[in-house]
């Protein structure tokens, strides 16, 4: 039995017991009140479970929206602003009202935090950035101190709504980076719902999902508040991504579930369960942090090769490939109607790989004057199938 299917026959609270480190996200509409203020009860609630898990022994990160929205209402703004360098000043305004709220709440609590503001570089591109951030977050829990994570929208906003998306996508990427167990993802929602209109839900809250229903998730429009800029779409990338590396992601809501509760296995919110064993720090680097250069596509043969043995991808079984990369570069692999395989680390220019495709290893030696190298080792090779 594959462990997501043991996963989904397990109850719960099992499964939450062997959560040892822990990201929570909280976004903006349900950190502000209606006058654009910081509604401090909810934060007060949230720092309280915090430091009440971490007291348990649990590693603790907060991944936490509303800068623009605290600077929204400092500034007596009634509408998120549009254009990016009226966006950054206002996150630049309630950056600092948003961590001196935080670090108040800690401090009575005795807790030290750790202001984190990313950029996409750090999380994309550069495999050093990456080991020092991750290196930066194992030192922050040796501390003592939680890590407290925004986006660095005062000087990233562009580049940051293109390359990672919203602050759902920041925090599975967080997740994803420090191998926690569990994502928390606390909105204006209760979870996901199995069906959706133009007004909303209009389904039943589905409680829990399994990896591989994930062609059947229902069709949702991505949608934002008016001090807000995420939804249910970007919530759900957020899930595919953590669930395709290992690792458990709850849908919860903020005012009406408790973090305690849904870390102790309460029936709460949507959790939506592994599809595999954890991915190692490289893999889930190559799979989901380094930019993709290009793609290839690959015959059937090749595709029940690497997704059904475990096989290294060959030159024999690609039949195109697209892009500017060369050796060591991140490339998709992809099927030959176009649906996304996996992921991995090239061992050829795109010009030589164009010389040698469909062709066996004699030929590939022939051609190159060298033998011939698989295209992607499978020790480079992540399946996201």
Known sequence: MAKAEKAAGRPRQALMGQVKRLVVKIGSSSLTTRGRSLDRRVLRRLVADL?????????????????????????DLEVRPRAIPDLQAVAAVG????????????RRRGVPIGQVLLTAEDI???????????????????YGAVPVINENDSVAVAELKRQIGENDMLAA?????IRAQLLVILSDVEGLYSAYGPRGP?????????????????????SGSAVGSGGMETKLRAARLLMASGEMMV???ARKHRLLDIVDGCELGTLFLPARKRLNSRKRWIAFASACKGSVKVDRGAQRAIAERDKSLLPAGIVACEGNF?????????????????????????????CILGKNSQQVEDELGYPA?????????????
């Open 51 to 75: 430091v009440d898990l971490r007291e348990r022994g649990m590693e603790v990160a907060l991944v936490t929206s509303g800068a623009v929205a605290a600077g929204m209402g400092h500034l």
């Open 95 to 106: 950056q600092n009202l948003l961590m001196n709220a935080y670090k108040g709440l800690f």
């Open 124 to 142: 994309f591109d550069n495999r050093r950035r990456y080991l020092n951030l991750e290196n930066t977050f194992r030192s922050l829990f040796a």
């Open 173 to 177: 990427y967080v997740t994803n980076l």
């Open 202 to 222: 209009e389904g039943e809250l589905v409680r829990q999902m399994r990896y591989g229903d994930a062609e059947n998730l229902p069709t949702v429009e991505r």
């Open 251 to 253: 849908i919860a809501h």
């Open 326 to 354: 060369v050796a060591g570069d991140t490339i998709r692999v992809e099927s030959e109607g176009g649906g996304e395989l996996a992921r991995g680390l090239s061992r050829y220019d795109v010009d030589d790989l164009r």
């Open 373 to 385: 190298l698989e295209v992607i080792h499978r020790d480079d090779l992540v399946l996201l199938i």
